[in-house]
Antibody
Framework: QVQLVESGGGVVQPGRSLRLSCAASGFTFSTYTMHWVRQAPGKGLEWVAALSYDGSNKHYADSVMGRFTISRDNSKNTLYLQMNSLRAEDTAVYYC?????????????WGQGTLVTVSS | EIVLTQSPGTLSLSPGERATLSCRASQSVSSSYLAWYQQKPGQAPRLLIYGASNRATGIPDRFSGSGSGTDFTLTISRLEPEDFAVYYCQQYGNSPFTFGQGAKLEIK
């Protein structure tokens, strides 16, 4: 079965960096577009970034453009999110997600999430 | 950016009743690329409907989606106790992909 496991969250000071990882299994990772979605405490869902199956196409939310970078290593079945210049408003649970079909922008499969807290 | 507005913000109903949740887009959603999710406290969201009207794998047939263009609806025909949760709509026809603000379905 499809499994997505995020890691790398924690407490970080404003302006610092953090890298999240998402280990995928149970499907052919190298053929799927992958996404990061976040949820601030007590708030709604916010799509963060998407990456095509081969890493050639990237899309970002305006709120993270220029600060976050999505990448993948298909040989390791792993998705990454490099987060630089972190701000208090980036505090959230970060989920990696996969769609119904290979290029889907919907999110059928989700990880358990990893909490990022940006605080001094 | 397409803004999705969900209504009502909170819906209070009893088990066995019918629930109707609305999602209105600020501009037409391409190819009906509209999804609905259910989220319970402490859990990741669960995909219910994609492509405006297609039920995801394992979703009971009491859940149905309809609509096109800018107006979409999620209907739960007969509420079960486990259906009380927060529901989100999401469009994925245009980047940036966006979610509605959420609608809470609570027990009356």
């Amino acid at each position: 079965q499809v499994q997505l496991v995020e890691s790398g969250g924690g407490v970080v000071q404003p302006g610092r960096s953090l890298r999240l990882s998402c280990a995928a299994s149970g499907f052919t990772f190298s053929t799927y577009t992958m996404h990061w979605v976040r949820q601030a405490p007590g708030k709604g869902l916010e799509w963060v970034a998407a990456l095509s199956y081969d890493g050639s196409n990237k899309h970002y939310a305006d709120s993270v453009m220029g600060r976050f970078t999505i990448s993948r290593d298909n040989s390791k079945n792993t998705l990454y999110l490099q987060m630089n210049s972190l701000r208090a408003e980036d505090t959230a649970v970060y989920y990696c997600a996969r769609g119904v079909a290979a290029r889907s922008g919907n999110f059928q499969h989700w990880g358990q999430g990893t909490l990022v807290t940006v605080s001094s | 950016e397409i803004v999705l507005t969900q209504s009502p913000g909170t819906l209070s109903l009893s088990p066995g009743e019918r629930a109707t949740l609305s999602c209105r887009a600020s501009q037409s959603v391409s190819s009906s690329y509209l999804a609905w999710y259910q989220q319970k406290p402490g859990q990741a969201p669960r995909l219910l409907i994609y492509g405006a009207s297609n039920r995801a794998t394992g979703i009971p047939d009491r859940f149905s989606g309809s609509g096109s263009g800018t107006d979409f609806t999620l209907t739960i025909s007969r509420l079960e106790p486990e259906d009380f949760a927060v529901y989100y709509c999401q469009q994925y026809g245009n980047s940036p992909f966006t979610f509605g603000q959420g609608a809470k379905l609570e027990i009356k």
